[in-house]
């Protein structure tokens, strides 16, 4: 029953997803006065300027809690990016491995709260932020191989893409669409397949999968850089299970 109700609204999509691809505008504007995205009430309200955000070059000592943050790798706390479908959300031994070291906030409301969960052994709760249906397949993995290992894309660039500027942000907030015709859209794009020069001619298997996908292998497109390109993939079930 299940399958036969997943295969109708897959069905029933054809049409949708046909006028789906013809949509121009890739990131439609956001419905929030700020343009960032709504905002989630998280049970800790976790600075992500502070901890991620650029250091501050003008005050050296970084003094100023409101201006400049410790350039910490997204990648620290999101551990599993690189290598599994989800990115992860930090479990609270990370939070406290630092902060039973930092008496500077020790004594802060959040702080505080921070130590609440630690003594109770509770997990903080946090609330998601994306959240894709089940029936939508996605992978940080791959993306994150084929624009910060393959192609050396700096990670908060990757990352932005579909996150915007969570640097700059408190508590995460949704900027991209993360729509269908939003994924379609960056799919449809050539991307470079090969960039480094260490890498042999057609890219690692991961270059070449981008064709893979395809019943049709595409013809070999160039950039005006010379590089190898391919598109993404756009295949229904590639997307969905
Ligand atoms: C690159 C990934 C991708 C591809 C390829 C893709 N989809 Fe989707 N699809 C999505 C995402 C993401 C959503 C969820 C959109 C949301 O939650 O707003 C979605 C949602 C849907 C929905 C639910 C209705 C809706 O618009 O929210 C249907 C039906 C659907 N897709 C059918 C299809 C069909 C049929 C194809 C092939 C022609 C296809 N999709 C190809 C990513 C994709
Ligand atoms: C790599 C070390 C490190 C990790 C890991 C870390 N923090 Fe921090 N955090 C800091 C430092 C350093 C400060 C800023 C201290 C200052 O301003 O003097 C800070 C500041 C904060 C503040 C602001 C405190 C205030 O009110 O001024 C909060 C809230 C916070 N961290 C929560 C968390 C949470 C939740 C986690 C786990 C998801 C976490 N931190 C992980 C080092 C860390
Ligand atoms: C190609 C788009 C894309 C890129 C690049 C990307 N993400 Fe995501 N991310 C998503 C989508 C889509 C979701 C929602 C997944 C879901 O609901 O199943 C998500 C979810 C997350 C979540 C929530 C927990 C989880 O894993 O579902 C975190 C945290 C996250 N991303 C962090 C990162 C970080 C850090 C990077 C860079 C290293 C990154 N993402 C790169 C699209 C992307
Ligand atoms: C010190 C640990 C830490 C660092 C460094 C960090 N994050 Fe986070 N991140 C968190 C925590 C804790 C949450 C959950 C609270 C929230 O949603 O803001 C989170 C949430 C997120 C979410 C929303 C997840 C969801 O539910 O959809 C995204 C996206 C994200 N982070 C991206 C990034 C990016 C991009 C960077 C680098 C610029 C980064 N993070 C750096 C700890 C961290
Ligand atoms: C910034 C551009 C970009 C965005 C945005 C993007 N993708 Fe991709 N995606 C790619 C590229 C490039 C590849 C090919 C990667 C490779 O094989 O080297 C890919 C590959 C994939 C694959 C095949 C690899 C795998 O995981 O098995 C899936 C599925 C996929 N993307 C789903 C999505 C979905 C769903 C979204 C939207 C939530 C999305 N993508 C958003 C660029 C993008």
């Given at each position: 029953?299940?399958?036969?109700?997943?295969?109708?609204?897959?069905?029933?999509?054809?049409?949708?997803?046909?006028?789906?691809?013809?949509?121009?505008?890739?990131?439609p504007?956001?419905?929030?006065?700020?343009?960032?995205?709504?905002?989630?009430?998280?049970?800790?309200?976790?600075p992500?300027?502070?901890?991620?955000?650029n250091r501050?070059?003008?005050?050296?000592?970084?003094?100023?809690?409101?201006?400049?943050?410790?350039?910490?790798?997204?990648?620290?706390?999101?551990?599993y990016?690189?290598?599994?479908?989800?990115?992860?959300?930090p479990p609270l031994?990370?939070c406290v491995?630092?902060h039973?070291?930092?008496?500077?906030?020790?004594d802060?409301?959040?702080?505080?709260?921070?130590?609440?969960?630690?003594?109770?052994?509770?997990a903080?709760?946090?609330?998601?932020v994306h959240?894709?249906?089940d029936?939508v397949?996605?992978n940080?993995?791959?993306?994150?191989?084929?624009?910060?290992?393959q192609?050396?894309?700096?990670?908060?660039?990757?990352?932005?893409?579909c996150?915007?500027?969570?640097?700059?942000?408190?508590?995460?907030?949704?900027?991209?669409?993360?729509?269908?015709?939003?994924?379609?859209?960056c799919?449809?794009?050539?991307?470079?397949?090969?960039?480094?020069?260490?890498?042999?001619?057609?890219?690692?298997?991961?270059?070449?999968?981008?064709?893979?996908y395809?019943?049709?292998?595409?013809?070999?497109?160039?950039?005006?850089?010379?590089?190898?390109?391919?598109?993404?993939?756009?295949?229904?079930?590639?997307?969905h299970?």
């Open positions: 029953m299940h399958r036969i109700l997943r295969l109708s609204i897959l069905l029933a999509g054809f049409l949708m997803a046909a006028s789906c691809y013809a949509v121009s505008d890739p990131q504007a956001l419905t929030t006065e700020d343009d960032l995205g709504p905002q989630v009430q998280q049970p800790i309200e976790f992500h300027y502070r901890h991620a955000g501050n070059t003008v005050d050296l000592t970084n003094s100023d809690p409101t201006k400049g943050g410790m350039e910490i790798n997204c990648q620290y706390c999101h551990t990016a690189r290598r599994s479908l989800t990115a992860g959300i031994q990370k491995g630092c039973q070291n930092i008496p500077s906030v020790r802060k409301p959040r702080i505080v709260e921070l130590f609440k969960y630690w003594d109770a052994k509770k903080i709760p946090w609330k998601k959240d894709l249906p029936f397949r996605f940080h993995e791959r993306h994150i191989k084929r624009f910060i290992e192609q050396g894309r700096p990670v908060q660039e990757v990352c932005g893409y996150h915007g500027q969570v640097k700059e942000m408190t508590t995460a907030r949704r900027q991209k669409p993360i729509s269908m015709g939003w994924c379609v859209s799919h449809m794009k050539e991307h470079v397949v090969v960039a480094k020069g260490d890498i042999p001619e057609g890219g690692t298997p991961i270059g070449k999968q981008a064709y893979w395809t019943f049709q292998k595409p013809a070999e497109k160039k950039n005006a850089a010379g590089e190898l390109t391919a598109k993404g993939p756009n295949d229904c079930w590639l997307c299970k």
